[in-house]
């Protein structure tokens, strides 16, 4: 199930992702299934051969970002855009994800959300432990998180107010789609369905996985190279993610009734109004796709999430929300190069803005004039 080498248990050792990351894999309670564990990963900006130029040395705030479905963390890029913003970054895979993944364990399943509070907590001392080693004191901590791990992370932060000095929502599975009647009339049927048969797996969608397709690379079928990726000639969005296949299926992955009711009840307490405290900033794409048949346009829209019922849902997460849309893909850290550098940019403006500390300073470096790519 797992061909990479596990990471050391409570230690930190070489992380798969190569020079200047770290890992360590976090022993948890038992579950049903058997030994669950959580996995943290670590930036290390001062051992990156591609550390950002003018990343500073001492790192005024941290970091945790929680990964989505079908998913865990790998986007080099991102650690080292939030080191050059003045952060320690840091990443989880949580229980049953990535590098948390142990062969007895049905991929991803939790039957409540809340489950991963005690998987946040682990994370969070080992953090504090690092803040109290480095400076005597905890950093500020914002917390990201992409699709399911940014639903994970809205309902973390409304039940911890206080907690963070901001959250990062990168395309949230905040709802199922715009027609709010839709979620209404199939989470009763999901719910009888988990309590029953929990581990069933459910058929949410048919035909082609095309958010899979769009991080593979420019394709032959999709003729000649835009004009936009020309001088780009290796970077991802040209010659593809390189993501663990088993654990990033290129397929999907098949969705068990009692993750999915778990979900469900997720949207229901966003509908419902949060109030987080924390400013908060959402970077989803400029539109969804509707198509049933790829096209290259893909690249540069939501292929799985309805991004105008995240932007409805937004408003009401809390007092202060920033969106900020691009013509992006769903995770919109792995968009085309131009679109990075306006996320980039984006998030290093937020940020300088809204992260400040107890004497009005900012916590960030000074924004720079332009952005350097490093995936």
Request: charged share 20%; net charge negative; with cysteine.
């Amino acid at each position: 199930m797992n061909e990479s080498p596990a990471p050391a248990l409570n230690e930190w050792a070489p992380d798969i992702l190569g020079a200047g990351f770290e890992a360590k894999q976090i022993q948890l309670h038992d579950d049903d299934e058997g030994e669950v564990v959580c996995t943290l990963v670590r930036h290390q900006p001062e051992a990156d051969p591609q550390q950002i130029e003018g990343t500073p040395a001492r790192a005024q705030f941290s970091v945790l970002y929680i990964h989505g479905w079908n998913d865990y963390f790998f986007q080099k890029e991102l650690a080292r855009q939030w080191s050059r913003i003045g952060a320690r970054f840091y990443a989880i895979d949580l229980r049953k994800y990535g590098r948390s993944w142990l062969d007895h364990q049905t991929f991803g399943y939790v039957d409540t959300l809340e489950t991963y509070d005690e998987d946040m907590h682990a994370a969070l001392q080992a953090i504090k432990a690092e803040d109290e080693a480095e400076t005597g004191a905890l950093r500020p901590l914002v917390l990201s998180g992409h699709s399911t791990g940014g639903l994970t992370a809205t309902l973390w932060a409304d039940r911890h107010p206080g907690a963070l000095a901001g959250l990062v929502l990168n395309a949230p599975w905040l709802e199922l789609s715009s027609f709010t009647a839709i979620r209404n009339a199939s989470h009763p049927v999901i719910e009888r369905i988990a309590a029953v048969s929990p581990y069933r797996p459910l058929t949410l969608s048919s035909g082609p996985n095309f958010y899979g397709m769009s991080l593979s690379g420019w394709l032959p079928e999709d003729g000649e190279l835009p004009l936009e990726l020309e001088d780009y000639p290796d970077d991802p969005s040209v010659v593809g993610w390189g993501t663990n296949p088993k654990w990033k299926n290129p397929a999907g992955q098949q969705t068990p009734a009692g993750w999915f009711n778990a979900v469900l009840y997720g949207h229901d307490r966003v509908a419902e109004g949060l109030d987080i405290t924390c400013p908060i900033l959402m970077e989803i794409s400029v539109e969804s796709s509707s198509g049933d048949k790829w096209d290259p346009i893909m690249r540069r829209q939501d292929t799985v999430l309805d991004v105008e019922a995240l932007a409805q849902r937004a408003v009401n997460l809390g007092r202060n929300v920033n969106i900020q849309r691009f013509e992006a893909k769903h995770d919109v850290a792995l968009s085309d190069p131009e679109v990075r550098r306006e996320i980039w940019m984006g998030l290093f403006r937020w940020a300088h803005a809204y992260l400040r500390a107890e004497d009005g300073s900012s916590l960030c470096a000074e924004i720079p004039q332009t952005i350097t790519l490093c995936p």
